[in-house]
Structures are given as structure tokens and as C-alpha cells.
């Protein structure tokens, strides 16, 4: 049975199951992480093209083919950056839109319109004609990341039990995991059709994009999105039927009292920038930079030029980001088993000495055997950094990478919940943009010193994670004010003194 808050704000178990429908939905809506995963890690793949090059970026291929290149240099170019990391630009803005919408519409028309605009995106990019074409083909896959991303771990947490809201909510990093070794798959094979291989791979996703569009009718509003939208008894019925019992005026109440408290707040973003929201707010924002800059996306973005760049020929460097790939997804399946058992901050702190570790020796190693412009790794050397590389893919997939969209998903207050989470989406999403877009250059610029670079903020993620980010597991939503931040030795100072305010007004 999960345990959730009542309208008084005490702990009650409450009945219900997980029902087939739930799970169900469940997997429909983290389709849209899939989405996610597989733009992530199919430009990397398809950047790595000799045919895409030639027709889009000839600068860059001449640069490639080139007897003498520098190492760390050879795919430096803005504009091939550019195709990578427009996608997230646009999903920046779109998730303030998607916020506005998940708001005012719900979470399932939301999902709906993100697979649209993944189905745009998917038309542009596989069937385009110049580099106008694919870039605006990304722009739109952008803008359906960015509703996806807003609308689905919310979607996650509002359907699932207390007891696993960890665990059904990482389904979503789950599936982004899935994509990402779904996209690593289809380059090492399109990789030697010429000269459409590329098309092939930026056509396939096509495939998930429909059936997040198809499915995305069959699933649920949330319960508590409807209340909030005064669709009282339709909420009721949904909540019945995704708890699979009659029996749902416990839990049906506390969801009441939470939309009632939630629309006295007329204005929800002056509501966030108040201090009793500090603490929810600076943690999301935080969680999602950091998340970047463990330079995860970094080396799923461009992994197999990463380890083309140690010594890998064409094919074993698409193979080792299949191996990554693999690891990303069975650590994410560890994480959903233990982030409900172990808690969210064990496993950060454990990653962040793992990956900490990671990239500190691959670091040294390119540092002492890689140099600019002659010879590669040794095999050996080289297949150590894959496995260094799986290491610290291992850790984050365990840890940042879930718990970096969990956490901001869970700690909002449901009259702030929807504007800050989309700080949150579009946090992340700004940037992702920048090390989408500056990962090549500092590549070629800082060289090994790249790895020490991403060590440094894994070090300031784990002080920042040991003093400031307190435990949530098992605290229901609308009870994190009282039992965590109220509890904190520093947070609880921002929620006293809103308290503060509050009681000097009604005097």
C-alpha cells in the first residue's frame, strides 16, 4: 500500500495497486524520454558520417581525411556544433510555453503536442534537402524535448504511489538511456550504407516519435491535474481507476486540499521567487547544471569521435558507444531498484567519487599518451579509457541522470509545481546548448585537460550534495515544506522567515 499525505498533512496508507493501466501509461509517457535519448545520441553518431560531412560540412571532412591532424581538433566547427546542440536551445523556450500549457491544459495534452513536434522534426531532418533544412528539423525536435521533458516526470510522479514515486519516475531516464543505446545501435549500422546512412539514422526515430503520438491518446490525465482544473469527479474517477479500488476519498481528499491551497497562489512565479520556494528552486536549478557538467552529455554526445580520437578505427568507435550504451541502461535499471530502498543521497555522494575517479585517470592518461598530432593510444590504453568511460557512464547513470529530473519533480509544492519544474527543463536544456556547443572547441583548445575541467565540478556537486541537499525518499510530495526543509540546518532558515512574513501580515 503507498503512503501518501493527507489533507492534514499526516501520513496515512491509503489502498490501491499497481494496476496494469498505470503501468501502461507509464511506459507510453516515458516515450518521450526515448525521444530524448535518441536525438542525444544520434547526432554524435551521424556527426561521425564521412557521407553527412560531405554534403553538409565538407570543411570538416577535408579536416578529418587530413594525413597530419591534430587529434583533439579535427571535428572543431561551429557549425557542425550548431547541429547538435539547436535542439536545445529551442527546447529551452519551449519548455516556458510547455509549462504554461501543462498548467492551463494537463499533462497528457502537453505529451501530445511534444509528439507532434517530434514528428515535424523527424520530416525535416531525414529528408533534408541543405543545412537550413536539418537545423530547423532540430529546432522543432528541440521544441517536442521540451514539452516531453516538462510534461512527463511530472506525469510520472502525480500518477505513481509514494512508496515507488522513485522508481516509476525513472522510468523516464530510463527510456532517455534506451534511446540513447537504441541511436548508438542504428549508426554502427547505417554507418556503411552509403551515401544514406545518416538519413536512415535521423529517419528512425519516426518510429518512437509515432508511437508516443498513438499512445499518448490512450493514457490518462493525471488526477490531480484535473482537480486542479476543477474537473473534480473526473478526477476521481481517474484516480479510482489508476489506484484500482473504490475506496479513494483518502487520498482523493488530499489531493483537494492541495489544489485549494494551490489556488489561493494567483501568481505562481512571484510565489517562487519568494523564500519559502528557495530551497526547492535553487536545488533544481543547481541539480541541473551539475548534471551537465559532469560532461556525461559531453561524451554520449560525441562518443564516437571521442574514442575515434583515442585510436578507434570507424567501426570499433561506433561499437565501444554501443558498450556505453548498454552500461547507461542496465545502471539506470540499478537505480530504479535502489532509489527507493537506499535513497537519493547515497547514491549521488557514491557517484560522485566514481566518476570523480573516472575522469580524473582518463584525464592523465590522455594527458601523458595522446598528444595533438601523431601517434594514438596503444590498444591497450585505448580499450582502459572505453572502460574508464563505462565507469563513469555507470555512476551517472545510477545517480545524476535520473535523480537530476526525480528530485526537481518532487520537491515543488503543487501551487509552484508546473513553473518550477520549467526551470528546471529549461536549466538543463540551456545548458546542455552550451556544452553541445563548446564540447568540440574546448576539446581542441583545453585537450586532456577537458577531463580535469569536468573533475573539478564533480567536486563541487559532492560538498554541494553532503551539505546542502537533503534526503527525500519516501516524504510525501505535499509534505516536503514540514519534514525536509523545515528540518534542514540551512533551507529551514528560508522557510522560517516566510513564516515570519506571513505572520506579521495578519497582525
Given amino acids: 500500500m503507498p503512503a501518501v499525505v493527507s489533507g492534514s498533512g499526516e501520513n496515512q496508507e491509503f489502498e490501491g495497486r499497481i494496476t496494469v493501466y498505470v503501468t501502461v501509461c507509464v511506459i507510453i509517457a516515458a516515450f518521450g524520454g526515448l525521444m530524448f535519448g535518441y536525438d542525444v545520441g544520434i547526432s554524435g553518431g551521424v556527426t561521425f558520417m564521412d557521407d553527412f560531412l560531405k554534403k553538409f560540412f565538407p570543411v570538416v571532412y577535408k579536416k578529418k581525411q587530413h594525413a597530419h591532424e591534430n587529434n583533439y581538433c579535427k571535428y572543431d566547427n561551429q557549425s557542425l556544433q550548431l547541429f547538435t546542440s539547436s535542439l536545445y536551445i529551442a527546447a529551452l523556450i519551449a519548455s516556458f510555453v510547455a509549462s504554461k500549457v501543462c498548467s492551463k491544459a494537463g499533462r497528457k495534452p502537453t505529451v501530445q503536442i511534444a509528439s507532434i513536434f517530434f514528428l515535424i522534426g523527424v520530416v525535416l531532418t531525414a529528408g533534408d534537402l541543405n543545412i537550413e533544412m536539418i537545423i530547423f528539423g532540430r529546432i522543432f525536435l528541440g521544441f517536442g524535448v521540451g514539452f516531453a521533458n516538462q510534461a512527463v516526470p511530472l506525469f510520472l510522479s502525480e500518477i505513481a504511489p509514494t512508496n515507488i514515486r522513485g522508481a516509476l519516475n525513472i522510468s523516464f531516464q530510463l527510456f532517455i538511456t534506451i534511446g540513447i543505446l537504441l541511436s548508438n545501435l542504428v549508426n554502427y549500422f547505417t554507418a556503411n550504407i552509403h551515401p544514406h546512412g545518416w538519413r536512415i539514422s535521423l529517419g528512425i526515430a519516426g518510429i518512437p516519435a509515432s508511437m508516443l503520438c498513438v499512445g499518448s491518446i490512450l493514457i490518462c490525465e493525471t488526477p490531480t491535474s484535473l482537480i486542479e482544473r476543477h474537473k473534480v469527479e473526473k478526477g476521481r474517477k481517474v484516480l479510482r481507476k489508476i489506484r484500482g479500488v473504490e475506496n479513494v476519498d483518502d487520498e482523493f481528499d488530499s489531493i483537494v486540499h492541495a489544489c485549494e491551497m494551490a489556488r489561493q497562489v494567483k501568481d505562481p512565479f512571484r510565489k517562487l521567487m519568494k523564500p519559502v520556494s528557495r530551497p526547492p528552486l535553487v536545488i533544481a536549478i543547481c541539480m541541473q547544471i551539475f548534471q551537465q557538467f559532469t560532461g556525461i552529455n559531453a561524451v554520449m554526445f560525441y562518443a564516437p569521435v571521442l574514442f575515434q580520437t583515442v585510436g578507434f578505427g570507424n567501426d570499433a568507435a561506433l561499437l565501444s558507444s554501443v558498450i556505453t550504451g548498454l552500461v547507461n541502461v542496465f545502471s539506470t535499471i540499478i537505480s530504479i531498484y535502489l532509489v527507493d530502498k537506499a535513497g537519493r543521497r547515497i547514491l549521488l555522494l557514491e557517484a560522485?567519487?566514481?566518476?570523480?575517479?573516472?575522469?580524473?585517470?582518463?584525464?592523465?592518461?590522455?594527458?601523458?599518451?595522446?598528444?595533438?598530432?601523431?601517434?594514438?593510444?596503444?590498444?591497450?590504453?585505448?580499450?582502459?579509457?572505453?572502460?574508464?568511460?563505462?565507469?563513469?557512464?555507470?555512476?551517472?547513470?545510477?545517480?545524476?541522470?535520473?535523480?537530476?529530473?526525480?528530485?526537481?519533480?518532487?520537491?515543488?509544492?503543487?501551487?509552484?509545481?508546473?513553473?518550477g519544474f520549467a526551470f528546471a527543463v529549461s536549466t538543463n536544456m540551456l545548458f546542455t546548448f552550451v556544452i553541445a556547443q563548446a564540447f568540440l572547441s574546448m576539446l581542441c583548445k583545453m585537450q586532456a585537460g577537458i577531463f580535469f575541467f569536468f573533475a573539478a565540478w564533480i567536486i563541487i556537486m559532492g560538498v554541494f550534495t553532503w551539505f546542502l541537499l537533503p534526503e527525500t525518499k519516501g516524504v510525501p510530495v505535499d509534505s516536503m515544506v514540514d519534514k525536509v526543509w523545515k528540518q534542514h540546518w540551512f533551507w529551514r532558515s528560508f522557510v522560517a522567515e516566510d513564516e515570519f512574513r506571513t505572520d506579521v501580515k495578519v497582525v
Wanted: proline share 4%; aromatic share 12%; charged share 10%.
Fill in 352 to 419: 560522485c567519487v566514481q566518476m570523480l575517479i573516472s575522469q580524473v585517470i582518463i584525464g592523465i592518461i590522455l594527458f601523458k599518451g595522446l598528444k595533438a598530432t601523431g601517434a594514438n593510444l596503444s590498444k591497450g590504453e585505448a580499450i582502459f579509457v572505453v572502460v574508464l568511460v563505462c565507469t563513469f557512464v555507470m555512476g551517472f547513470a545510477w545517480s545524476w541522470g535520473p535523480l537530476g529530473w526525480l528530485i526537481p519533480s518532487e520537491t515543488f509544492p503543487l501551487e509552484t509545481r508546473s513553473v
